[in-house]
């Protein structure tokens, strides 16, 4: 996933090559999932799907399952958060990694083929469908929330009660580090590579943190955001630099973060009163 990858097991009770075979299974399972959601990956469901122009394609229930929730939080986010982004992530070079400032024009263009209302999700069918030829999906913004929220499931079905799995910046944890202290989450700082602002301390819950300062191009010495503000076609640049959502799950919390990144402030925090269980901290500019 372009990414490193943590797994750590607290269970002191388990012998080693029982916590060794469980994380083994974990890393597995987020393997598999990379294959099978790699917008980057030729073979992988989500390419079949952005080849597919406008004809329907079935899906397995799993797919469909996390099409589904992508669909809902761009639904809830009013478009702020959107899988569809994919063909403006091509545009500025985010994909192929030959960054670029596009014209106005082909940014117009592009945004023709993104938004989730032109996706048609039939769940008696399992199907997807594109109502606007050349839409493409991407689903970085949920996967690595996924494949955590994965990894801690294939944990517990080993029998192992207290873990934590990180996918770069979504990190899910099951019970406690140990029986005296939860797990410790340590956020980076968004001006300062390696230092670290906050510790957080959690039990069975994710948090994530999207921002502007880990991926990004310059040209004309400005910044450019791998985030997208799918509304205007143009890299997130507001008034924050980063974004941490606290959540019960990971694709919760990977969402959402993205999803306020892109709003901003306060459009940001007005999203989260539909979300009262979710915790954020937010770093303005
Ligand atoms: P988040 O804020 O969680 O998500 C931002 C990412 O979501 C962007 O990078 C973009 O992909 C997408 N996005 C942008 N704007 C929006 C928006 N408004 N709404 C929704 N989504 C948006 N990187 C590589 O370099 N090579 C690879 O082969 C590769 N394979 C990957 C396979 C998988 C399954 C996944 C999940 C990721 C992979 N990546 C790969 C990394 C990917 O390209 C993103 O850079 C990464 O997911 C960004 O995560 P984040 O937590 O930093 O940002
Ligand atoms: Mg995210």
Known sequence: MGTYI?????????PLPARKAAAQ??????ERIEDLLSS??????ISKINNSGT???????EVFNILSRAKYFSEASSGAFDMTVMPLLELWGFHSKKYRVPAAEEIEAALKKVGSDKIVLDSRRRSIRFLAPGMKIDLGGIAKGYASDRAIGVLRNCGIHNALA???????????KSAKEKWSIGIQD???RGMITDQLKLEDSSVSTSGSYERFFEAGGKRYSHIIDPRTGWPVDNDLLSVTIIAQDSVTS?????????????KGLELL????????RVVSK
């Open 6 to 14: 943590t797994v750590k097991i607290a269970d002191s009770d388990k």
């Open 25 to 30: 299974k974990a890393f597995a399972e987020i």
């Open 40 to 45: 980057f990956k030729e073979d992988s469901v």
């Open 55 to 61: 004809e329907e394609i079935f899906l397995d229930e």
């Open 166 to 176: 990180a996918c770069a910046g979504d990190i899910r944890v099951m019970g406690r």
């Open 190 to 192: 968004s001006r300062k």
């Open 254 to 266: 990977d969402t959402l973060a993205t999803a306020v990144f892109v709003l901003g402030r306060a």
């Open 273 to 280: 009163e539909k979300f009262p269980s979710v915790q954020a």
